[in-house]
């Protein structure tokens, strides 16, 4: 075999952050990479911090490593979304919620910079992860859907019971009189 055709060997340590790369990417509704140049240990420590109590992790990973685990489950990203330092925030629960918390925190703190993501094994923008970060939250809608399916039983039962009202006010009316 010559030396051109021969794969390298990859250290067992980086095989197995490779495969939790993959994984992270597979179980994710939503990964977002993003520019953290600039940010303190302490701004790092109240991203996560923030991130956490919307269900989100932060992950900081070498980018070539990063870049083995895109093309082993090929997607398509452009180069620049691996390039520089990067964070990998991910949420296997809701994508809106975790859009949402990094949007927000990015407009607090210049420093992080969006730089695009993988929405269901796709790459998004920049622009995309935004515009998600707009659109409801998942316990909005199902309150949404709730109040939907309330009112008209609300509105059902008070015209039920109006007629019994109105009856118990024109009876109340008649003792009146007679009083």
């Not at 709730?146 to 007629?163: E, R």
Request: charged share 25%; net charge positive; proline share 4%.
């Amino acid at each position: 075999m010559s030396a051109e055709t021969r794969q390298p060997t990859i250290r067992p340590e980086k095989v197995a952050t490779i495969e939790q790369i993959t994984g992270q990417l597979q179980n994710s509704r939503l990964v977002v990479l993003s520019d953290y140049r600039g940010m303190t240990a302490n701004e790092m420590a109240e991203l996560r911090k923030e991130l956490r109590g919307s269900g989100v992790s932060a992950n900081i990973y070498k980018n070539t490593l990063a870049r083995r685990a895109f093309n082993d489950l090929n997607i398509e990203f452009p180069a620049e979304l691996l390039h520089g330092p990067t964070i990998m925030i991910s949420t296997e629960t809701d994508a809106v919620e975790a859009s949402k918390a990094v949007v927000k925190f990015s407009k607090s703190n210049e420093a992080l910079k969006i730089k695009g993501g993988v929405l269901q094994n796709a790459h998004v923008d920049e622009s995309t992860i935004k515009e998600l970060a707009k659109l409801p939250g998942r316990d909005e809608l199902v309150a949404k859907a709730v109040g939907l399916i309330k009112a008209p039983l609300t509105g059902l039962v008070a015209n039920l019971s109006s007629p019994v009202r109105g009856l118990g006010n024109v009876l109340t009316a008649i003792q009146n009189k007679k009083d």
